[in-house]
């Protein structure tokens, strides 16, 4: 069965839906939505350094099932569905190695104003908040990172997962749950250390 894009006249005009007037593009999917895949892709734990080949993993499994795609919900859910895929796999093939992420050499570098001190400060709290994140299930990860750092309001993360505001709510509240056990767990491993 082939997927196909349709014509819609409202706001998403733009961004392709599935239809019956013409096949689903996969280069017309990546420019209209690969931004929202990579900033997706980094709400579920993947590493900047990984960032693009997972991009292009995601967008190979785009090219591969697009046909599945029956367009009863947004591309967006569809897509968001598929990095979840991709990244759970990404975490647990960097778990099985054993991998800890290095602070990327691309990171900007403080302003000069700032001291040694607050320049180590702040990157002590980047790698504990990372540390928790990463502690926490993916799919709660993902909306806790959208609401409380991305700053999204619910109706928009409810737009693009294509959920009522109410299971965003709920999924929410789980997730701030799952953020505070998982703060629990990485401060009594910090408070076991020397």
């Given amino acids: 069965m082939a997927a196909f894009i ?13 239809g019956r007037e013409r096949p689903l593009e996969v280069a017309e999917v990546h420019a209209a939505h690969a931004d929202f895949v990579w900033r997706s892709l980094a709400r579920l734990g993947v590493r900047n350094d990984d960032l693009p ?10 090219h591969r099932r697009g046909d599945t795609y029956d367009g009863s919900s947004k591309l967006t859910s569809w897509l968001f569905g598929i990095c979840l895929r991709v990244a759970a796999g990404y975490r647990r093939r960097a778990h099985r190695r054993h991998e800890r992420p290095l602070e990327s050499a691309a990171e900007p570098v403080t302003a000069a104003e700032a001291g040694p001190e607050q320049t180590l400060a702040a990157k002590q709290a980047r790698a504990r908040l990372a540390d928790v994140l990463d502690g926490m299930p993916i799919d709660k990860r993902a909306i806790f990172v959208m609401f409380e750092i991305d700053a999204m309001s619910c109706a928009e993360i409810a737009g693009a997962l294509d959920v009522p ?4 709510h709920s999924r929410l509240s789980a997730a701030r749950e799952a953020f505070e056990a998982s703060l629990k767990r990485d401060n009594a491993r910090h408070a076991r250390r020397p």
């Fill in 53 to 62: 080949d997972m991009l292009q993993e995601v967008f190979m499994v785009v």
């Fill in 165 to 168: 505001v109410g299971t965003v």
């Fill in 6 to 18: 349709r014509v819609n006249s409202t706001a998403e005009a733009s961004a392709p839906r599935i």
